[in-house]
């Protein structure tokens, strides 16, 4: 992702040249016309929803999802469970069979590039009822049962290819199937090819596909970084037509996926992304351990049918299909590009400083060729993706960008929120359980704990207001790390007392327990991996996730399905007012931190 000065500076020559073949076909129609377009808005258009509570359609979408899903995919799961032999408390069963107290999941992805990515997806996996394996551990079918799916950054990647996809199985979703091609991690993202004429023709073609837009918007290292991950997480590009100059998924729109068959069905999760504004009127507290944006930031998050910020400083949403929009009278439609959006949450790229001119020879060349196809205003920044504010003159008492007319957005754990929970804290969505997969890199690939104290921090200290209560974690890694609470599933919030969700972590957090070599603590950075590479992370992630060591028995919970399936179902239980019992008492003791 980062170049040598070497190879930037002979592209950068290169690409002087080719900037004046670029403009001259920018007039013409090409295969790459896509991008957003304007209408007038229709009558009753609202721009701007203020609250806190979910949108109309999101709270349609998880009624049908409770109706019509949830009964038989919670009956499946629980079949699962009791298919390991463990006998469930009686009240685990009654809740899991019963129509009007099923539980609330919500699952949640970290970002950490294609690491995160793969161990996200090999979580997913292990709760999938599609894979038989899954289901004989006794976890198999908690995905089906899922209302809501968060991801940021590499986690944000799985989120959307798993939604563009209509949601394959975790081997299709990697490896391709149908027309989609799997994630192509051949190429890297922006250095596709060593050769110098196949990089070039490569870099002008993301280039182009972005000309419609550029055109009416503001356009950044954002866009051609969206058109880069389309060639690995949407449907549109197969390994054959990687370096193809056809449309390579442009114009396929996140508020499209409502139409695709498993979100018509409503199996599918409710997706969302998150993002971080990189604010220059902000100053706070930076998280330690190398974040960028400071903790006191508002977070914003995207999702299948709004753009918008939860925090009680803003509690303003716009519709997801007319991102782009600033006023009730001319609509803007397509601007939400599924991958522009992937490649928001994502977008690294304002922690190199390219927006200064100098350190923008030396850290990527992408920011520099945008800036020169595409001449625009200086003040305008080259490093972050840029949405027209439609919260523009929105809380301007406590908003602090109200009174810009762009949002500079960029990776959402760039706080050092590195789990995307604060989309399952917003109290109308009455999350019951949070299942938290987190790869975040603390220490050498692994995560031990950090992001879930940043969260906890930012809850304390900023944002408590209008959100749910989060469930309390150690306030320093010593704890997290001399307890091994990420190298093994820790349910934290388990206190009787405990309002809000209780949280299930499962981290990326040791090598394997039987000794093998570690294969999931690959560098962030790492963009290009074998099939076999990834088949491994994704097994050795099926082992963390279903607590079983397939080497030896011994190494195995045998107990670990019915203990998820107690956490899963323990805030319903306490609603009835229940007591824990039975294998859920011991499966407490040996999960739960209480600090
Ligand atoms: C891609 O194809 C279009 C025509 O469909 C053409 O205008 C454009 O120059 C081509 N781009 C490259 C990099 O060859
Ligand atoms: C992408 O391809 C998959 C697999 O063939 C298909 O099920 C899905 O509908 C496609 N998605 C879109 C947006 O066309
Ligand atoms: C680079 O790619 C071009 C176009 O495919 C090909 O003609 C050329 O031989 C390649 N150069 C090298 C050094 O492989
Ligand atoms: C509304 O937004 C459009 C597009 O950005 C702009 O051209 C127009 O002037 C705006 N209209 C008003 C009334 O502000
Ligand atoms: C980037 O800018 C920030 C803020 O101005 C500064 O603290 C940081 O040192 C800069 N990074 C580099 C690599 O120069
Ligand atoms: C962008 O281009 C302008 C001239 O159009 C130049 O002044 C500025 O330094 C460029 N910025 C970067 C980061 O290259
Ligand atoms: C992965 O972990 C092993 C030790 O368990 C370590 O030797 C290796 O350096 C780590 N890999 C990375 C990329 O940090
Ligand atoms: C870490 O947290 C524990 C418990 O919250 C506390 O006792 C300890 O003093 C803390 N250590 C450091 C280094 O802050
Ligand atoms: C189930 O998961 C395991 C572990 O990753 C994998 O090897 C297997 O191929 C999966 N089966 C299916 C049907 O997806």
Request: with cysteine; glycine share 10%; aromatic share 10%.
């Amino acid at each position: 992702m980062i170049r040598t000065p070497s190879r930037v500076a002979l592209l950068g020559t290169m690409f002087r040249s080719l900037t004046v073949i670029i403009l001259l076909v920018l007039s013409e129609s090409s295969i790459a016309a896509f991008g957003p377009s304007f209408q007038r808005c229709p009558a009753d258009f609202q721009l701007v929803r203020r609250g806190q509570t979910v949108s109309a359609s999101e709270a349609q979408y998880i009624e049908q999802k409770r109706k019509k899903v949830l009964p038989a995919a919670f009956q499946a799961y629980l079949k699962s469970v009791k298919s390991t032999g463990v006998t469930l408390p009686e009240y685990v069963e009654t809740i899991l069979e019963c129509g009007d107290q099923l539980p609330t999941v919500g699952i949640t992805t970290s970002g950490g590039g294609y690491r995160a990515a793969l161990f996200g997806a090999g979580v997913l996996n292990a709760l999938d009822a599609r894979n038989s394996s899954s289901v004989k551990k006794g976890t198999g079918g908690l995905l089906q049962a899922a209302t809501h799916l968060a991801g940021l950054s590499g986690g944000g990647w799985l989120v959307t290819s798993l939604a563009q996809a209509n949601l394959p199985t975790i081997q299709d979703l990697v490896f391709g199937a149908g027309n989609f091609g799997g994630w192509i991690p051949d190429f890297d993202f922006f250095d596709a090819s060593s050769n110098t004429t196949v990089q070039a023709t490569y870099a002008e073609e993301l280039l182009q596909e972005i000309a419609v837009k550029a055109q009416h918007f503001p356009v950044s290292v954002g866009d051609v970084w969206g058109r880069a991950l389309a060639r690995h997480f949407s449907n549109g590009t197969t390994l054959a037509t990687f370096f193809a100059n056809t449309s390579q998924g442009g114009g396929l729109l996140f508020s499209d996926l409502v139409n695709l068959p498993t979100f018509a069905s409503h199996e599918h999760p409710f997706p969302i992304m998150v993002t971080d504004l990189d604010s220059k009127h902000i100053t706070g507290p930076i998280f330690p351990g190398g974040n960028f944006i400071p903790l006191n930031t508002p977070l914003f998050e995207i999702n299948l049918f709004e753009f918008g910020s939860y925090d009680d400083v803003l509690a303003a949403h716009t519709p997801l299909q007319n991102l782009g929009t600033t006023n009730n009278s001319v609509c803007v439609t397509g601007f939400d590009e599924a991958m522009y959006l992937a490649g928001t949450t994502s977008n690294l790229w304002n922690e190199f400083n390219v927006s200064d001119a100098i350190l923008a020879e030396s850290t990527t060349d992408f920011s520099v060729l945008v800036n020169e196809t595409y001449p625009q205003s200086p003040a305008l920044r080259l490093d972050t993706s840029n949405f027209p504010n439609p919260f523009h003159g929105v809380a301007p008492d406590t908003f602090a960008d109200s009174h810009e007319t762009i949002l500079a957005l960029c990776d959402g754990g760039e706080d050092g929120q590195i789990s995307p929970l604060q989309p399952m804290l917003v109290k109308d969505r009455n999350i019951d359980v949070i299942i938290t997969i987190d790869a975040t890199n603390d220490a050498n690939g692994f995560a031990e704990g950090a992001s879930l104290i940043a969260t906890q921090e930012r809850m304390q200290q900023f944002f408590q207001g209008g959100l749910a209560t989060f469930p309390t974690v150690p306030s320093n890694l010593t704890v997290f790390i001399a307890e091994g609470l990420a190298t093994r599933p820790t349910f934290f919030g388990c206190t009787p007392t405990t309002a809000g969700p209780l949280l299930v972590y499962i981290a990326n957090g040791a090598p394997p327990r039987d000794g093998a070599a570690p294969l999931t603590n690959t560098t962030t950075t790492q963009t290009i991996y074998t099939a076999p590479e990834m088949q491994g992370m994704l097994d050795q992630t099926f082992v963390v996730a279903t607590q079983g060591a397939e080497v030896d028995g011994a190494l195995e919970d045998r107990e670990w399905g019915a203990c998820l399936a107690c956490a899963v179902v323990d805030r319903a239980r306490a609603r009835q007012g229940v007591e824990r019992s039975g294998v859920c008492e011991t499966c407490f003791s040996r999960y739960c931190w209480e600090g």
